[in-house]
T-cell receptor
Framework: AQKITQTQPGMFVQEKEAVTLDCTYDTSDPSYGLFWYKQPSSGEMIFLIYQGSYDQQNATEGRYSLNFQKARKSANLVISASQLGDSAMYFCAMRGRLNYGGSQGNLIFGKGTKLSVKP | GAGVSQSPRYKVAKRGQDVALRCDPISGHVSLFWYQQALGQGPEFLTYFQNEAQLDKSGLPSDRFFAERPEGSVSTLKIQRTQQEDSAVYLC????????????FGSGTRLTVV
């Protein structure tokens, strides 16, 4: 079965510092995709970054980077130069298989980490 | 539309009442998903549509939950005889095709059953 584990219920970081949010995953598929989403208090899920299992390099998007360690099955999110607006829930997710046998996958989410940025 | 639109944003229902939640995906998006997010948890998959076909409904928690997408665009999630454990945020997401495409989420409907 595919599973995402986020072990940090809450994290604090000082403004302008970097923070790492942990994510480990479990899958037997050789090909998979990993996502990070941000969910502010308003509720929408905002896509941050994607890593494919065969990507040679770690993904980066602006201040977000993904520390992908395939052998350890970890996909940690690194946010550099934290801003007050980064305070939110952060979810790691994996593309999972649907039951109809086709190519479309759904998202399997972890329980999330609540990040609070201190001024 | 520019994004995925969900309505209403908030719904309070008395226990036993039926509710209908609407999702208007991005125009032309083939794939549509419904997720349920309980308080303090990550979203959990409910059901998947490819155009008007409901191809996976394995995540629906009971036969009180029903979803449809009759013309392959707008989708409605209906919950009959609501129970307190149905209280959650219901998120809709759409994707342009099938396969390895990204997902765009709506802002969700927060359902509170009293």
């Amino acid at each position: 079965a595919q599973k995402i584990t986020q072990t940090q219920p809450g994290m604090f970081v000082q403004e302008k510092e970097a923070v790492t949010l942990d994510c480990t995953y479990d899958t037997s598929d050789p090909s998979y995709g990993l996502f990070w989403y941000k969910q502010p208090s308003s509720g929408e899920m905002i896509f941050l970054i994607y890593q494919g299992s065969y990507d040679q390099q770690n993904a980066t998007e602006g201040r977000y980077s993904l520390n992908f360690q395939k052998a350890r099955k970890s996909a940690n999110l690194v946010i550099s130069a934290s801003q007050l607006g980064d305070s939110a829930m952060y979810f790691c997710a994996m593309r999972g298989r649907l039951n109809y046998g086709g190519s479309q996958g759904n998202l399997i989410f972890g329980k999330g980490t609540k990040l609070s940025v201190k001024p | 539309g520019a994004g995925v639109s969900q309505s209403p944003r908030y719904k309070v229902a008395k226990r036993g009442q039926d509710v209908a939640l609407r999702c208007d995906p991005i125009s032309g998006h083939v794939s549509l998903f419904w997720y349920q997010q309980a308080l303090g948890q990550g979203p959990e998959f409910l059901t998947y549509f490819q155009n008007e076909a409901q191809l996976d409904k394995s995540g629906l928690p009971s036969d009180r939950f029903f979803a449809e997408r009759p013309e392959g665009s707008v989708s409605t999630l209906k919950i009959q005889r609501t129970q307190q454990e149905d209280s959650a945020v219901y998120l809709c997401a759409s994707s342009i095709g099938t396969g390895n495409y990204g997902y765009t989420f709506g802002s969700g409907t927060r359902l509170t059953v009293v």
